[in-house]
């Protein structure tokens, strides 16, 4: 079965950064599409970014842009998300998922995704 493992999670304050890595299955990377999503508690799962398998596209939520960027080390299978300037409204479960089709322009949604990662904890706060 393909795995997913996030880790990086933490605490950090205001306007303050973390970089969250998710490493997975040897080869995934190559043939999937890879997006990183946030929960709140009590709220939805959001669709924050996602790379397609070559890495030459991504996209991003508009709550994000400007803030994350995502990446990926197909060699290190190993995906990133750089997170900037992070706010307490970022606090979040964070989970990386993979699927088998990039959507271009298109909002990022779970639906889209077959695996998951267990989630890493974000705490944004003073």
């Known amino acids: 079965q393909l795995q997913l493992v996030e880790s990086g999670g933490g605490w950090v304050q205001p306007g303050g950064s973390l970089k969250l890595s998710c490493t997975t299955s040897?080869?995934?990377?190559?043939?999937?599409?890879i997006a990183w999503f946030r929960q709140a508690p009590g709220k939805g799962r959001e669709g924050i970014s996602a790379i397609s398998s070559t890495g030459t596209s991504t996209n991003y939520a508009d709550s994000v842009r400007g803030r994350f960027t995502i990446s990926k080390d197909n060699a290190k299978n190993t995906a990133y998300l750089q997170m900037n300037s992070l706010n307490p409204e970022d606090t979040a479960v964070y989970f990386c998922a993979a699927g088998r089709t990039y959507y271009s322009g298109s909002f990022i949604t779970p639906e889209d995704y077959d695996y998951w990662g267990q989630g890493t904890q974000v705490t944004v706060s003073s």
């Open positions: 040897t080869d995934t990377l190559n043939r999937y599409v």
